[in-house]
């Protein structure tokens, strides 16, 4: 193969080696065409790596919102729950079952600003008969935000983020909405326009009362400055359902069933069983739809504005 010497005063292979070697292409200077053609190609990823594209497709955090708010007005959902509730699993599953083909209800798919999120979610989500390896917890001091581009049945185009914080950071806000670790929660409550509330089936097995008492804080401290955005309890790994007291249960479905109004249930899993499981195919998304179709609804009302009365020529104007 041909090539060139990586010193500019050595003129090989025209003359010889400028270092001594009688062949020239075992000299550490030598680069043959291949070797520099994969130089070059290493320094174009590299330049790619450093493009002045707004946006690199992986979660956005807070500070970094201008990437989809330029477009639209995005829906934030909070979600929001203990440690180790399912929070981020649930995300994982929700674009796992978009990517084979499931849908959301009234909506299509058109696209996501994080798709370099999104997609380290669903490898770490690995299923295999009867097992799941679960995404790992998320940092304490991460708020990291996935987008989904939604388009409606008009055609209209609607941004939605979901929020991905740790469950600690939830903990010290039920316990003290000032703490100054929860900043991340206080942020995500703040700007939220509808929360999933993620209750863990096995917590409530292992913990019992103690899981519970939890989980209500977390509850109430949502209702402080609620106003009408819709709730959705989301009671994970159901495939546990059975090993819960009932007595447990059945009490924490009435406690929240009292403290929210604009409020449902559900039941979800991860595990897949044989053929179209209800807790895996359907509710992950049902979720999804239900909430989505609340804030939307709420967001739509219009304006009535009304009538002007003068006898102005100018101000009576409609157009032909």
């Given at each position: 193969m041909t090539g060139k010497c990586k010193l500019k005063e050595c003129g090989a292979p025209g003359i010889p080696c400028h270092l001594g070697y009688e062949d020239h292409t075992t000299c550490v200077n030598w680069i043959e065409?291949?070797?520099e053609q994969k130089v070059k190609k290493d320094k174009s990823i590299h330049d790619l790596k450093k493009s002045n594209l707004s946006w690199s497709g992986q979660s956005l955090s807070s500070d970094g919102l201008s990437v989809v708010s330029r477009r639209t007005s995005p829906v934030l959902i909070g979600i929001v729950g203990k440690v180790d509730a399912g929070k981020?699993?649930?995300?994982?599953?929700?674009?796992?079952?978009?990517?084979?083909?499931?849908?959301?209800?009234?909506?299509?798919?058109?696209?996501?600003?994080?798709?370099?999120?999104?997609?380290?979610?669903?490898?770490?989500?690995?299923?295999?008969?009867?097992?799941?390896?679960?995404?790992?917890?998320?940092?304490?001091?991460?708020?990291?935000?996935?987008?989904?581009?939604?388009?409606?049945?008009?055609?209209?185009?609607?941004?939605?983020?979901?929020?991905?914080?740790?469950g600690e950071v939830f903990t010290l806000w039920s316990q003290n909405r000032e703490d100054l670790n929860a900043e991340n929660a206080r942020w995500i409550y703040a700007n939220s326009s509808g929360f999933i509330l993620f209750i863990d089936y096995e917590a409530l097995i292992r913990q019992k009362n103690l899981a519970k008492r939890e989980i209500v804080h977390i509850a109430q401290q949502l209702t402080h400055d609620l106003k009408e955005r819709p709730v959705i309890a989301v009671w994970s790994k159901a495939d546990k359902k059975k090993e819960i007291h009932p007595r447990i249960e059945r009490s924490l479905h009435e406690e929240l069933q009292n403290l929210f109004t604009n409020f449902t249930e559900i039941e979800i899993s991860n595990f897949l069983e044989p053929g179209p499981d209800e807790f895996v195919h359907k509710n992950n998304l049902k979720a999804i739809d239900w909430l989505i179709n609340k804030i939307m609804i709420e967001s739509s009302q219009e304006f009535v504005i009304s009538k002007i009365k003068t006898d102005d020529i100018f101000l009576n104007y409609r157009g032909k």
């Open positions: 065409n291949s070797i981020t699993s649930f995300l994982a599953m929700v674009y796992t079952l978009l990517l084979n083909g499931k849908k959301l209800k009234g909506y299509d798919f058109s696209g996501t600003k994080t798709i370099l999120g999104w997609d380290e979610l669903y490898q770490k989500l690995r299923m295999q008969k009867g097992e799941v390896a679960f995404p790992s917890p998320t940092p304490v001091s991460s708020n990291r935000l996935y987008h989904f581009a939604l388009r409606d049945s008009d055609g209209q185009l609607k941004d939605v983020l979901f929020s991905d914080a740790s």
